[in-house]
Each structure stands twice: as structure tokens, then as C-alpha cells.
């Protein structure tokens, strides 16, 4: 059982034993007596079951369990000592049982939501929080059903229970310290004198275009989505002017997978300010990162992107031999882009396809027809990428894979999530149950450069209630804090960093560091065993931990987010920033 399915079983097994118990105790005081004992020996076995998920989960991790061990197995421990005995004596008139239940169920129920509201880290707060709310329900419950209790007991309830409230907001809402990320910097250094200039002017606006034969309101760069492609050799100096025509919002480019100063980087209130309506920035730099790639708003990007401010960017050795093709997959208002391509190849020519994934999901693609290898992922060489025939890739949110082969005298396709983008004639393979593809076990490794590490991070990616704006939102969070809120990841210019990476919750977070590219090292403890892989974007799934390692040898401050862009938007945002 992987460690994401153990996730999904725990929480399933504490939903079924707090329903357990609050239905035990509410049918108890209804008098409905063997319902209440059926429910409540089903509570019962579900809490004494659920050690079962927590220490198999805890050998993935402290990280998967902090909370659970911490506070729901003293509150769970609570509940047995006081509601078992009552119920196994099985007494005539149930009644007398339903506040013990209820007890019980406010233990479990507490547990839970401090599990599903909290998350990582565990905090006094929150265990005390709980404490406080199971006080403040037994004390109504019991007030509500009687028997009285007696002076000392309620006031001893009531005592604990305000006490723990009191504490526990107080623990809770502590403030953080300052995450202290400076704003709007001015970095002047664009590093390029004298190279060939490859000039592009992108427009940002409204536009209608035509998808599938229906017309879609988009954002488009020159009323085209996605935008132009971009291409240059590698030593040219790109020089993008970007225009706002009536984007109220603001655009800005950002440059995914490519390494460009700080300054170049187009996140809005970091590196520069969103060019509003009937504003320019003109980004400069050199393209010395061989590869594919694709630029995209950091201006409300989520929005942004999603309407169809992207494009396609590709830096190549030399010019193009061959067949080069970008496939950047995307979603446009429910309708996937691009349009299929069909386009007969002679046999022998060698074939390139640039996969990209502009979505905020994970993209299935299979290639068809032919043996391939993947010869680069996020704009890296792999090292001696084998021949693979009926098998898939998955390419996560801003990933991009190129698949190379020779064509041959039939047809290939390429299908992505079953439909065909690309292809040199018909095929009709079934390709919905070949094995994907584990980069981690592909091509031929080699020793990892580095030997110690000046800095190391962990981030624990989860859920919660971030209470710190007007409204309080459910968001996606990073060590239990939310955007503005995680504090920054503080390196120093040739620090060896390395991040490990924790999803302990239920959504793939497919995760992008600007500036840098990081060198896998290992996934749930097991290292990389494939070709060296350089990365700018992966999926940590569900359960995951992945531990990654890069230099930082590229001053600045830099987002450091989660791709699924509604997720970012949510509150996992953080940054990498250079003392
Ligand atoms: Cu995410």
C-alpha cells in the first residue's frame, strides 16, 4: 500500500469512528438500544484499529503522523478508557451511556478536524484547541442529558475546557515570524553585451479565438493562443518587449525552466511590478540553456495562464535538422489545445517532439508507432536514455519531456490522455494500459555532485485553515503556513541547498523552483537510480518525499511554488531568497 493510499485509509478509518460514536451516543439517548451498541462497537473497533494505519504511516515519516500521535491517539486513548467499559457492560438502560458516546465522538471528531484544519506541524495550540472544544461539548451534552453531574465535576470540565481555550488561541494565533521577503527589486545585471539580439514583441489582450470550431473568450499574446513561438541559438540574446493592451489585471513573463537573472524573472512584487494596461517591460537575456521551455503570465497566474497568456520557448544548438516540433498541451475553457497536427514524415528522417504541459494537472502521453527515447526533460539532457516501446509518460504541470525517434515507413502518434495530438498518418493502438514511464530508473546514472550540504529545507505540503486574511480560507499550505505567511528559504550564493520535499496531502502538488534546477536525489528514501535528472518541475504525489538538491549560484529572490496554479493561489507560495 503506497503511503498516499495509507493517507486516504486513516483518515476513512478516524470519519468511520468518530460517525461511530456520535451515532452510537445519539441513538443511546433516543433510546434505540441495539443500534446504539451496533454503532458503538463498530466505533470501537475502528479506533483500536487506526494504530494500524498510524504506525505504518509513520514508517514513511514523522511528517505523515505529527498530529496524529501527538494529539488524536491521547484524545482517541480518551475515548476508549471512557466509553468502553460503560459499553461492554452493555447496561439495561442505554441511556445512561449516551454521554460517555458522545464524548467519545466530540474526542474523535476533534481529532479529526485537527487533522484535516491543522495539519503539520502539530501545535500545542490546536491540541489544546481540541481539548477545549471536547470539554465545551461534553459539558452541554451532559447539561442536555444529565444525569447532573456534580458541582465539582461540571466546574472541573468547564475549568479545563476554557483554560485549554484560552491557551490554545493564544498558542495558535501567535504570529510567525516575518517572512521578510523584500519586494520590487532592482537587479540591473541582464549579463548580455554585444550577442546577436532576437527581438519579439508580445502583446497581451482580450481576443476570441477559435477552438475545436467554437469561439472561446481568451487572454492571448499577439490575439493568438498560445502565443508565438519563440526560438533562438543558442549565444543569441532574446529581447522581449511585453505590451499590456487590456489586461486590467496585469501580465508579466516569466520564463519557466529557464534560469535567467533575477531580474528577467516576471513575478509581479518580487522581481518587478505587473505591467498594467498601456505599459511595457522589455525582458533581456541570454538564451544559454539549450532546450525547450515556455514563458507565461506570473500576474495572477492562475487566471492568466489558464486563459492562454503562454507560449512555446525553444533554444536550440544549431538550427533545427529534421523534424522539431512543440506539442504544448493545454485546456481552454474545457477544450484541449493544440489542434491535432497530421503530417506525413519520409522514413529515416529524425523526429523531435517537444512535449509541454501548460496545465495545472498532470498530462498522460504516448507515443505510438514507433521505439523513442527521451532524450531531455525540463530542458536537460538525460545520459543514456534507452530505446522504450509501449510506454507512457507523465509529465507533470510545466514539465516538458523531448521524445526523439527515427521515423519509420508507418504511421506514429502521439495521444495525450487518449486523444491524438500529433501524428504522420493513422493509428489506432490502445494505448490506455501501457506502464508509464519512472524517469527515476531511466538512463545510466552518474556519481552526485555534491558531498555535504550548507543548507537543508523541509517542506511539508498539506491542508489547512489559514485564519490570517478577512475571510478565512481552506488553503494549501507549507509547513503549516500559507502565502504571505512561510517564511523564505535563506541561502547563500554557493551553498549546496537541498530541499525535502513532503506531500502529506491528497493532491499532487507539482512543484517549480524559479531560477534554479534541482538534481533528484531520491523518492520515499530510495535514490534516484536513472540518468542525473535536473528538474524545474515534479510531481510529488500524495505520501511522497522526494529530496532534491541544487547549487545557489543564482542571486536573488525567487518563487518556490506549487505549479497546480489554484493551488499557489491558495497559499502555496514560498520563496528562495539570497542574503
Ligand atoms: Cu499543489
Redesign the pocket.
Known sequence: MTSGSLIAADLVIAVLAAAGWLGGGATAAARRRPLALGLATFALVATLARPITIVALARAGWWFVAEKVLIAAPLSLAAVVVAGPRLLRAPGDIRSVAVPLLFAGYAESSALLVTVLHGYPASAGAGLLAVAGVAAATAVTWRVLGPRPSGTVSRTVLAVGVAALVTGTGLAVAPNPASGVPHDHDYRDTRTVGEPTRRFTLTAGTATVNVSGRDVAAWAFNGQVPGPELSATVGDVLEVTLRNRDIERGVTLHWHGYDVPNSQDGVPGITQAAVLPGQEFVYRFRADQVGTYWYHTHSVSDVGVRMGLYGVLVVRPAPATGVDVAVPVHTLAGLPLPAPITEPVEAGVPVRLRLINTDSTTHRYALAGTPFRVAAIDGFNLRGPTSLVDTAVLIPAGGRYDLVFTAPATPVALFVDGRTVYSTGPVSTATGEWPALDPLSYGTSSPVPFTRFDKRFTLV?DRGLDLRGLLPRYA?TVNGAADPDIPPQVVRLDDAVKFTIVNRSL????WHLHGHHVLVLSRDGRPASGSPLWLDSFDVRPGEVWEVAFRADNPGVWANH???LP??DAG?MTHLMYE
Open positions: 505540503l494549501h493532491a499532487v502538488h507539482p506549487c505549479h497546480n493551488h499557489a502555496m
